[in-house]
Protein backbone atom coordinates (compact mmCIF):
# COMPACT_ATOMS: atom_id res chain seq x y z
CA UNK A 1 0.00 0.00 0.00
CA UNK A 2 1.05 3.44 -1.14
CA UNK A 3 -0.14 6.82 0.46
CA UNK A 4 1.19 10.05 -0.78
CA UNK A 5 -0.75 13.62 0.26
CA UNK A 6 -0.64 16.90 -1.60
CA UNK A 7 1.86 19.57 -0.28
CA UNK A 8 1.86 22.20 1.54
CA UNK A 9 1.77 25.51 -0.42
CA UNK A 10 4.88 27.21 1.20
CA UNK A 11 7.50 29.11 -1.09
CA UNK A 12 11.30 27.46 -0.77
CA UNK A 13 14.19 29.18 -0.81
CA UNK A 14 17.03 28.35 -1.15
CA UNK A 15 19.19 28.89 2.00
CA UNK A 16 17.83 27.75 5.41
CA UNK A 17 18.86 31.05 6.57
CA UNK A 18 16.30 33.13 4.32
CA UNK A 19 13.76 31.39 6.13
CA UNK A 20 14.48 31.86 9.48
CA UNK A 21 15.17 35.33 9.55
CA UNK A 22 13.30 36.94 6.86
CA UNK A 23 13.14 40.38 5.91
CA UNK A 24 9.88 40.83 7.94
CA UNK A 25 11.70 39.81 10.94
CA UNK A 26 10.24 41.93 14.04
CA UNK A 27 13.96 42.52 15.62
CA UNK A 28 12.33 43.92 19.01
CA UNK A 29 10.35 40.36 19.58
CA UNK A 30 11.81 38.09 21.81
CA UNK A 31 13.45 34.47 20.47
CA UNK A 32 15.21 33.31 23.74
CA UNK A 33 14.04 33.61 26.82
CA UNK A 34 16.91 31.50 29.68
CA UNK A 35 16.25 29.59 32.56
CA UNK A 36 17.29 32.94 34.79
CA UNK A 37 15.06 34.78 32.70
CA UNK A 38 16.89 36.80 30.41
CA UNK A 39 15.96 37.21 27.48
CA UNK A 40 17.71 37.23 23.89
CA UNK A 41 15.64 39.16 20.89
CA UNK A 42 15.60 38.30 17.49
CA UNK A 43 17.34 41.32 16.18
CA UNK A 44 20.02 40.90 18.80
CA UNK A 45 19.77 36.78 17.86
CA UNK A 46 19.84 38.10 14.39
CA UNK A 47 22.97 39.89 15.23
CA UNK A 48 24.81 37.48 16.83
CA UNK A 49 24.46 35.12 14.04
CA UNK A 50 25.90 37.09 11.63
CA UNK A 51 29.27 37.41 13.79
CA UNK A 52 29.08 33.96 13.70
CA UNK A 53 29.16 33.66 10.08
CA UNK A 54 31.41 36.51 9.64
CA UNK A 55 33.96 34.98 12.20
CA UNK A 56 33.67 31.95 10.07
CA UNK A 57 34.16 33.54 6.89
CA UNK A 58 37.43 34.81 8.27
CA UNK A 59 38.71 31.62 9.10
CA UNK A 60 38.09 30.59 5.10
CA UNK A 61 35.17 28.61 5.46
CA UNK A 62 33.37 28.14 2.29
CA UNK A 63 30.28 26.79 0.91
CA UNK A 64 30.06 23.07 2.12
CA UNK A 65 33.09 23.30 4.19
CA UNK A 66 31.93 21.36 7.50
CA UNK A 67 32.01 22.57 11.10
CA UNK A 68 31.66 19.41 14.11
CA UNK A 69 30.31 20.84 16.85
CA UNK A 70 30.85 19.01 20.16
CA UNK A 71 29.19 21.55 22.48
CA UNK A 72 26.87 21.91 25.65
CA UNK A 73 23.53 23.04 24.74
CA UNK A 74 23.49 27.50 25.09
CA UNK A 75 22.11 30.08 23.13
CA UNK A 76 25.82 30.46 21.63
CA UNK A 77 25.58 27.03 20.29
CA UNK A 78 22.45 27.85 18.93
CA UNK A 79 23.56 30.76 17.16
CA UNK A 80 26.46 29.48 15.91
CA UNK A 81 24.24 26.71 13.94
CA UNK A 82 22.57 29.33 12.41
CA UNK A 83 26.03 31.32 11.52
CA UNK A 84 27.36 27.99 10.08
CA UNK A 85 24.11 27.61 8.02
CA UNK A 86 24.42 31.86 7.01
CA UNK A 87 27.64 31.56 6.13
CA UNK A 88 27.17 28.68 3.53
CA UNK A 89 28.65 25.79 5.86
CA UNK A 90 27.66 22.23 6.79
CA UNK A 91 26.77 22.54 9.86
CA UNK A 92 28.06 18.72 12.42
CA UNK A 93 27.10 18.65 15.68
CA UNK A 94 28.15 15.55 17.88
CA UNK A 95 26.28 14.23 20.80
CA UNK A 96 28.18 15.57 24.03
CA UNK A 97 28.43 12.07 25.42
CA UNK A 98 30.67 10.97 22.63
CA UNK A 99 34.82 10.21 24.23
CA UNK A 100 37.54 11.29 22.68
CA UNK A 101 38.01 7.57 20.69
CA UNK A 102 35.09 8.60 18.91
CA UNK A 103 35.35 11.98 18.22
CA UNK A 104 38.20 10.54 15.82
CA UNK A 105 36.09 8.92 13.90
CA UNK A 106 33.49 11.76 13.49
CA UNK A 107 36.51 14.06 12.76
CA UNK A 108 38.09 11.72 10.38
CA UNK A 109 35.12 11.21 8.37
CA UNK A 110 33.66 15.11 8.17
CA UNK A 111 37.01 16.22 7.51
CA UNK A 112 35.81 19.71 9.01
CA UNK A 113 37.33 23.15 8.78
CA UNK A 114 36.77 24.28 12.07
CA UNK A 115 36.33 22.23 15.35
CA UNK A 116 33.89 23.29 18.40
CA UNK A 117 34.50 21.49 21.37
CA UNK A 118 34.23 21.87 25.67
CA UNK A 119 36.90 23.47 27.30
CA UNK A 120 37.26 20.82 28.88
CA UNK A 121 38.50 18.42 26.23
CA UNK A 122 39.91 20.86 24.20
CA UNK A 123 43.75 19.73 24.59
CA UNK A 124 42.25 16.16 23.66
CA UNK A 125 40.39 17.33 20.66
CA UNK A 126 43.59 19.73 19.34
CA UNK A 127 45.31 16.59 18.91
CA UNK A 128 42.56 14.85 16.85
CA UNK A 129 42.29 17.46 14.96
CA UNK A 130 45.78 17.63 14.38
CA UNK A 131 46.26 14.26 13.21
CA UNK A 132 43.32 14.59 10.91
CA UNK A 133 44.71 17.94 9.08
CA UNK A 134 42.32 20.38 10.90
CA UNK A 135 43.57 24.48 11.24
CA UNK A 136 40.96 25.44 13.59
CA UNK A 137 39.97 24.50 16.92
CA UNK A 138 37.87 26.58 19.00
CA UNK A 139 36.23 26.03 22.44
CA UNK A 140 32.12 26.84 23.91
CA UNK A 141 31.13 25.74 27.18
CA UNK A 142 27.45 25.44 28.85
CA UNK A 143 27.83 29.39 29.26
CA UNK A 144 28.62 30.38 26.07
CA UNK A 145 31.53 31.08 26.99
CA UNK A 146 34.82 30.25 25.25
CA UNK A 147 36.93 31.19 22.41
CA UNK A 148 34.55 30.58 19.83
CA UNK A 149 31.88 33.14 20.95
CA UNK A 150 35.30 34.96 21.77
CA UNK A 151 36.58 35.04 18.56
CA UNK A 152 32.56 36.74 16.92
CA UNK A 153 32.98 39.29 19.91
CA UNK A 154 35.63 41.06 16.97
CA UNK A 155 33.42 40.56 14.28
CA UNK A 156 30.85 43.32 12.77
CA UNK A 157 27.56 40.87 12.13
CA UNK A 158 27.98 40.45 8.25
CA UNK A 159 24.12 40.48 6.54
CA UNK A 160 25.76 38.67 3.82
CA UNK A 161 23.51 35.45 3.10
CA UNK A 162 25.56 32.99 1.15
CA UNK A 163 24.13 31.73 -1.63
CA UNK A 164 23.85 27.90 -1.74
CA UNK A 165 22.02 25.52 -4.09
CA UNK A 166 18.39 23.16 -3.28
CA UNK A 167 20.85 19.94 -2.52
CA UNK A 168 23.75 22.05 -0.88
CA UNK A 169 24.55 20.18 2.49
CA UNK A 170 23.07 22.06 5.52
CA UNK A 171 24.03 19.65 7.91
CA UNK A 172 25.76 16.47 8.53
CA UNK A 173 23.95 14.43 11.65
CA UNK A 174 25.28 11.16 12.74
CA UNK A 175 23.24 8.06 12.95
CA UNK A 176 23.76 5.83 16.36
CA UNK A 177 25.28 3.31 14.83
CA UNK A 178 24.16 0.48 16.70
CA UNK A 179 24.62 -1.97 13.84
CA UNK A 180 27.70 -0.84 12.94
CA UNK A 181 29.90 2.48 11.78
CA UNK A 182 27.93 5.58 12.10
CA UNK A 183 26.47 6.90 9.38
CA UNK A 184 26.98 10.76 8.50
CA UNK A 185 22.68 11.56 7.13
CA UNK A 186 23.85 14.68 4.32
CA UNK A 187 20.81 17.19 4.86
CA UNK A 188 20.58 19.60 2.38
CA UNK A 189 18.80 23.07 2.50
CA UNK A 190 15.32 21.84 0.68
CA UNK A 191 15.09 18.80 2.80
CA UNK A 192 15.20 21.20 6.53
CA UNK A 193 13.30 23.95 5.02
CA UNK A 194 10.39 22.26 3.40
CA UNK A 195 10.25 19.99 6.53
CA UNK A 196 10.05 23.08 8.69
CA UNK A 197 7.94 24.53 6.73
CA UNK A 198 5.01 21.55 6.47
CA UNK A 199 5.19 21.26 10.16
CA UNK A 200 5.07 24.95 11.08
CA UNK A 201 1.75 25.00 8.70
CA UNK A 202 0.85 21.09 9.97
CA UNK A 203 0.64 21.67 13.45
CA UNK A 204 -0.80 25.06 13.12
CA UNK A 205 1.62 27.17 14.97
CA UNK A 206 0.13 30.94 15.45
CA UNK A 207 1.14 34.41 16.73
CA UNK A 208 1.39 34.11 20.25
CA UNK A 209 2.57 30.30 20.31
CA UNK A 210 5.36 29.98 23.01
CA UNK A 211 7.74 26.57 22.56
CA UNK A 212 8.76 25.17 25.64
CA UNK A 213 12.56 24.10 24.64
CA UNK A 214 13.92 21.57 26.89
CA UNK A 215 15.76 18.97 24.28
CA UNK A 216 19.15 18.79 23.28
CA UNK A 217 20.17 20.44 20.26
CA UNK A 218 22.94 17.88 18.76
CA UNK A 219 19.75 15.96 17.50
CA UNK A 220 17.49 16.53 14.78
CA UNK A 221 14.39 16.76 16.93
CA UNK A 222 15.46 19.73 18.96
CA UNK A 223 17.74 21.16 16.41
CA UNK A 224 16.00 21.47 13.71
CA UNK A 225 11.86 20.58 14.34
CA UNK A 226 12.13 22.33 17.27
CA UNK A 227 13.79 25.16 16.73
CA UNK A 228 12.39 25.87 13.33
CA UNK A 229 8.85 25.61 13.87
CA UNK A 230 9.59 28.54 16.24
CA UNK A 231 11.70 30.91 14.56
CA UNK A 232 9.79 30.55 11.31
CA UNK A 233 6.48 31.74 13.21
CA UNK A 234 8.89 34.19 15.44
CA UNK A 235 7.65 32.65 18.58
CA UNK A 236 9.78 33.04 21.48
CA UNK A 237 11.47 29.96 23.50
CA UNK A 238 12.00 28.94 27.00
CA UNK A 239 15.18 27.85 25.88
CA UNK A 240 16.34 25.22 28.73
CA UNK A 241 19.30 23.72 29.09
CA UNK A 242 17.71 20.26 29.70
CA UNK A 243 15.04 18.76 30.82
CA UNK A 244 14.63 20.00 34.19
CA UNK A 245 11.13 19.14 36.08
CA UNK A 246 11.18 22.18 38.39
CA UNK A 247 11.72 24.69 35.59
CA UNK A 248 9.29 23.08 33.28
CA UNK A 249 6.66 23.06 35.58
CA UNK A 250 7.16 26.66 36.41
CA UNK A 251 7.38 27.54 32.63
CA UNK A 252 4.36 25.45 31.48
CA UNK A 253 1.39 28.07 32.07
CA UNK A 254 3.54 30.65 29.93
CA UNK A 255 3.82 28.23 27.45
CA UNK A 256 1.43 27.09 24.54
CA UNK A 257 3.86 24.15 22.58
CA UNK A 258 5.60 21.83 24.29
CA UNK A 259 7.85 19.28 22.14
CA UNK A 260 9.22 16.40 24.11
CA UNK A 261 10.12 12.67 24.22
CA UNK A 262 8.44 10.11 26.00
CA UNK A 263 10.60 10.43 29.55
CA UNK A 264 9.23 13.94 29.36
CA UNK A 265 5.53 13.29 29.96
CA UNK A 266 6.27 10.04 31.84
CA UNK A 267 8.09 12.71 34.42
CA UNK A 268 5.27 15.54 34.19
CA UNK A 269 2.18 12.47 35.14
CA UNK A 270 4.44 11.55 38.35
CA UNK A 271 4.29 14.48 39.39
CA UNK A 272 0.78 15.83 41.34
CA UNK A 273 1.25 19.23 40.51
CA UNK A 274 1.08 18.34 36.66
CA UNK A 275 -2.77 19.00 36.09
CA UNK A 276 -5.45 20.24 33.70
CA UNK A 277 -5.50 24.12 35.58
CA UNK A 278 -1.19 23.97 35.12
CA UNK A 279 -1.95 23.10 31.70
CA UNK A 280 -4.37 25.32 30.65
CA UNK A 281 -3.02 27.54 28.35
CA UNK A 282 -0.95 24.77 26.53
CA UNK A 283 -2.67 23.44 22.92
CA UNK A 284 -0.63 21.30 21.87
CA UNK A 285 1.87 18.68 23.18
CA UNK A 286 3.99 16.57 20.89
CA UNK A 287 6.13 13.33 21.63
CA UNK A 288 8.44 11.63 19.53
CA UNK A 289 12.28 10.43 18.78
CA UNK A 290 11.09 7.31 20.95
CA UNK A 291 7.59 5.03 21.34
CA UNK A 292 5.08 6.37 23.53
CA UNK A 293 3.89 3.74 25.45
CA UNK A 294 -0.67 3.91 24.85
CA UNK A 295 -0.35 3.81 28.65
CA UNK A 296 0.96 7.53 29.04
CA UNK A 297 -1.08 8.65 26.18
CA UNK A 298 -4.61 7.37 28.15
CA UNK A 299 -2.96 8.46 31.49
CA UNK A 300 -1.85 11.84 30.16
CA UNK A 301 -5.31 12.75 28.80
CA UNK A 302 -7.35 11.93 31.83
CA UNK A 303 -4.73 13.94 33.92
CA UNK A 304 -4.90 17.48 31.63
CA UNK A 305 -8.20 16.81 28.79
CA UNK A 306 -5.69 16.98 26.14
CA UNK A 307 -4.01 14.64 23.81
CA UNK A 308 -0.62 14.06 22.88
CA UNK A 309 0.30 14.52 19.46
CA UNK A 310 2.63 11.34 18.60
CA UNK A 311 4.57 12.04 15.41
CA UNK A 312 7.11 9.81 13.35
CA UNK A 313 11.01 11.29 12.01
CA UNK A 314 14.10 10.02 11.49
CA UNK A 315 17.57 11.54 10.83
CA UNK A 316 17.33 10.62 7.75
CA UNK A 317 14.18 12.53 6.69
CA UNK A 318 13.62 14.82 9.73
CA UNK A 319 9.64 14.39 10.38
CA UNK A 320 7.78 11.87 7.80
CA UNK A 321 4.20 11.23 9.33
CA UNK A 322 2.08 12.86 12.26
CA UNK A 323 -1.32 12.04 13.63
CA UNK A 324 -3.31 15.35 12.85
CA UNK A 325 -3.61 18.61 14.79
CA UNK A 326 -7.08 18.34 13.85
CA UNK A 327 -8.57 14.89 14.17
CA UNK A 328 -8.09 11.83 15.80
CA UNK A 329 -4.48 10.70 17.48
CA UNK A 330 -5.07 7.15 17.73
CA UNK A 331 -2.90 5.63 20.62
CA UNK A 332 -0.13 3.40 19.41
CA UNK A 333 0.32 4.99 15.90
CA UNK A 334 1.99 7.76 14.26
CA UNK A 335 -0.50 9.37 12.16
CA UNK A 336 -0.62 10.14 8.26
CA UNK A 337 2.63 11.25 5.80
CA UNK A 338 3.10 14.64 6.20
CA UNK A 339 2.17 17.06 2.91
CA UNK A 340 4.16 16.29 0.21
CA UNK A 341 5.42 12.88 1.37
CA UNK A 342 4.97 9.58 0.18
CA UNK A 343 4.63 6.50 2.45
CA UNK A 344 4.55 2.63 1.48
CA UNK A 345 4.95 -0.84 3.37
CA UNK A 346 6.68 -3.13 1.49
CA UNK A 347 8.41 -6.69 2.21
CA UNK A 348 11.97 -6.84 1.54
CA UNK A 349 12.54 -7.91 -1.67
CA UNK A 350 10.44 -4.67 -2.39
CA UNK A 351 6.82 -5.99 -2.78
CA UNK A 352 3.73 -3.75 -1.89
CA UNK A 353 2.08 -4.86 0.48
CA UNK A 354 -1.33 -4.85 1.34
CA UNK A 355 -3.40 -2.67 4.46
CA UNK A 356 -2.81 -4.32 7.58
CA UNK A 357 0.52 -6.33 6.54
CA UNK A 358 3.39 -5.78 8.56
CA UNK A 359 6.62 -5.21 6.66
CA UNK A 360 9.62 -2.26 5.91
CA UNK A 361 8.23 1.53 5.89
CA UNK A 362 9.85 3.44 2.50
CA UNK A 363 9.08 6.79 2.32
CA UNK A 364 9.70 9.86 -0.69
CA UNK A 365 9.53 13.46 -0.58
CA UNK A 366 11.64 16.74 -0.55
CA UNK A 367 12.55 15.91 3.21
CA UNK A 368 14.39 12.52 2.49
CA UNK A 369 18.18 13.54 2.66
CA UNK A 370 20.94 13.39 -0.01
CA UNK A 371 22.61 10.46 1.48
CA UNK A 372 25.45 9.01 3.45
CA UNK A 373 28.48 11.45 3.18
CA UNK A 374 31.46 8.93 2.16
CA UNK A 375 29.51 6.09 1.87
CA UNK A 376 28.19 5.78 -1.90
CA UNK A 377 27.70 2.13 -1.79
CA UNK A 378 25.39 1.98 1.69
CA UNK A 379 23.58 4.96 -0.15
CA UNK A 380 22.75 3.03 -3.13
CA UNK A 381 21.71 0.25 -0.82
CA UNK A 382 19.08 2.25 0.93
CA UNK A 383 17.23 3.67 -1.80
CA UNK A 384 14.86 1.76 -4.30
CA UNK A 385 15.35 2.37 -8.04
CA UNK A 386 11.91 4.43 -7.74
CA UNK A 387 13.46 6.41 -5.20
CA UNK A 388 12.19 5.33 -2.02
CA UNK A 389 13.88 5.37 0.85
CA UNK A 390 14.06 2.16 2.84
CA UNK A 391 13.82 2.92 6.72
CA UNK A 392 14.20 0.14 8.41
CA UNK A 393 11.52 0.60 10.51
CA UNK A 394 8.64 -2.42 10.65
CA UNK A 395 5.22 -1.24 9.99
CA UNK A 396 1.72 -1.25 9.35
CA UNK A 397 -0.57 0.54 7.10
CA UNK A 398 -4.46 1.07 7.06
CA UNK A 399 -6.70 1.47 4.83
CA UNK A 400 -6.86 5.53 5.50
CA UNK A 401 -3.11 5.44 5.38
CA UNK A 402 -2.76 5.68 8.96
CA UNK A 403 0.62 4.04 10.19
CA UNK A 404 1.68 2.55 13.31
CA UNK A 405 5.77 1.72 14.06
CA UNK A 406 6.23 -2.20 15.13
CA UNK A 407 9.59 -2.16 15.61
CA UNK A 408 12.93 -1.43 13.65
CA UNK A 409 14.19 -4.59 11.38
CA UNK A 410 17.23 -5.32 13.32
CA UNK A 411 14.99 -5.78 16.43
CA UNK A 412 12.98 -8.67 14.49
CA UNK A 413 13.41 -12.09 15.89
CA UNK A 414 13.71 -15.03 13.91
CA UNK A 415 12.83 -18.13 16.20
CA UNK A 416 12.71 -21.50 14.41
CA UNK A 417 12.26 -19.70 11.12
CA UNK A 418 9.17 -17.76 12.39
CA UNK A 419 9.18 -13.95 12.48
CA UNK A 420 8.55 -12.27 16.28
CA UNK A 421 7.52 -8.94 16.35
CA UNK A 422 8.72 -7.57 19.56
CA UNK A 423 6.41 -4.47 20.11
CA UNK A 424 3.44 -7.37 20.07
CA UNK A 425 4.94 -9.05 22.71
CA UNK A 426 5.84 -5.51 24.52
CA UNK A 427 1.94 -4.19 24.38
CA UNK A 428 0.93 -7.66 26.27
CA UNK A 429 3.37 -7.69 28.63
CA UNK A 430 2.70 -3.74 29.49
CA UNK A 431 -0.94 -4.65 30.14
CA UNK A 432 -0.22 -7.04 33.07
CA UNK A 433 -0.98 -5.46 36.53
CA UNK A 434 2.80 -4.77 38.24
CA UNK A 435 4.17 -3.98 34.82
CA UNK A 436 5.75 -0.60 34.20
CA UNK A 437 6.98 -1.26 31.20
CA UNK A 438 8.99 -4.06 28.90
CA UNK A 439 11.56 -4.49 26.10
CA UNK A 440 11.58 -8.02 24.51
CA UNK A 441 14.77 -8.51 22.26
CA UNK A 442 15.91 -11.89 20.58
CA UNK A 443 19.35 -13.73 21.47
CA UNK A 444 21.07 -16.81 20.07
CA UNK A 445 19.77 -20.25 20.69
CA UNK A 446 21.76 -23.35 19.57
CA UNK A 447 18.40 -24.80 18.64
CA UNK A 448 15.94 -22.19 16.93
CA UNK A 449 18.25 -19.19 16.13
CA UNK A 450 16.90 -17.05 18.48
CA UNK A 451 14.83 -17.03 21.36
CA UNK A 452 12.88 -14.81 22.88
CA UNK A 453 13.63 -12.47 26.06
CA UNK A 454 11.58 -10.08 28.03
CA UNK A 455 13.08 -7.23 30.32
CA UNK A 456 10.51 -5.72 32.35
CA UNK A 457 10.16 -2.89 34.63
CA UNK A 458 7.89 -3.12 37.86
CA UNK A 459 5.97 -0.98 39.04
CA UNK A 460 6.91 1.12 42.69
CA UNK A 461 5.42 -1.30 45.55
CA UNK A 462 4.78 -4.24 43.21
CA UNK A 463 6.56 -7.62 42.59
CA UNK A 464 5.96 -9.78 39.64
CA UNK A 465 7.59 -12.91 39.25
CA UNK A 466 9.06 -14.27 35.96
CA UNK A 467 6.34 -17.49 36.00
CA UNK A 468 3.68 -14.44 36.52
CA UNK A 469 4.88 -12.66 33.31
CA UNK A 470 4.65 -16.04 31.53
CA UNK A 471 1.42 -17.21 32.74
CA UNK A 472 -0.64 -13.83 31.65
CA UNK A 473 0.96 -14.09 28.33
CA UNK A 474 -0.46 -17.88 27.76
CA UNK A 475 -3.63 -18.13 25.72
CA UNK A 476 -2.79 -14.46 24.61
CA UNK A 477 0.26 -15.46 22.22
CA UNK A 478 1.23 -18.22 20.20
CA UNK A 479 3.55 -20.55 22.08
CA UNK A 480 6.48 -19.42 20.06
CA UNK A 481 5.79 -15.75 21.03
CA UNK A 482 6.23 -16.51 24.58
CA UNK A 483 9.56 -15.33 26.25
CA UNK A 484 12.23 -18.04 27.12
CA UNK A 485 12.92 -15.82 30.03
CA UNK A 486 12.27 -12.73 32.07
CA UNK A 487 14.47 -10.31 33.86
CA UNK A 488 13.57 -7.64 35.78
CA UNK A 489 15.58 -4.65 35.81
CA UNK A 490 14.78 -0.71 37.78
CA UNK A 491 15.21 0.95 34.52
CA UNK A 492 15.73 0.11 30.85
CA UNK A 493 19.13 1.46 28.72
CA UNK A 494 18.14 4.62 27.06
CA UNK A 495 20.23 6.64 24.74
CA UNK A 496 19.97 10.36 24.75
CA UNK A 497 16.75 10.74 23.03
CA UNK A 498 14.69 8.18 25.27
CA UNK A 499 14.68 5.49 22.82
CA UNK A 500 15.46 1.41 24.76
CA UNK A 501 18.94 0.66 23.57
CA UNK A 502 18.35 -2.96 22.82
CA UNK A 503 21.68 -3.32 21.43
CA UNK A 504 22.88 -3.17 24.96
CA UNK A 505 20.40 -5.76 26.24
CA UNK A 506 21.23 -7.96 23.48
CA UNK A 507 24.87 -7.56 24.32
CA UNK A 508 24.15 -8.37 28.10
CA UNK A 509 22.57 -11.36 27.61
CA UNK A 510 24.01 -13.14 24.24
CA UNK A 511 25.18 -16.26 26.01
CA UNK A 512 22.07 -17.06 28.03
CA UNK A 513 21.59 -19.67 25.50
CA UNK A 514 24.34 -20.68 24.30
CA UNK A 515 26.98 -21.26 27.42
Not at 31 to 49: H, K, S
Not at 107 to 125: H, L, Q
Not at 319 to 346: C, H, Q
Not at 413 to 428: A, C, F, Q, R
Amino acid sequence: MTKETTPMTATIDKNLYSHLFPGTLDRAAPCLILADEQTVTYGQAQARVGQYAAALTSLGLKIGDRVTVQAEKSVECLLLYLGVIQAGGTFNPLNTAYTQSELEYFISDARPAVVVCDPKVEDGTRKIAARHGVDHVLSLDALGAGSASNLADTFEATTNIAAVNDDDVAAIIYTSGTTGRSKGAMLTHKNLSSNAHTLHEYWQFVPGDVLLHALPIYHVHGLFVATHCALLNQSPMFFLPKFDLEVVLERLPRSTVMMGVPTFYTRLLKDARFTQQLTSNMRLFISGSAPLLAETHIEFEKRTGRKILERYGMTEAGMVTSNPYDGDRVAGTVGFALPGVKTRIADEAGKILSPGEIGVLEIKGPNVFKGYRNMPEKTAEEFRDDGYFITGDLATMDDEGRVAIVGRGKDLIISGGLNIYPKEIEGEIDDIPGVAEAAVIGVPHPDFGESVVAIVVGREGTNPSEGQIIGNLEGKLARFKLPKRVFFVDELPRNSMGKVQKNVLRQHHKNLFTT
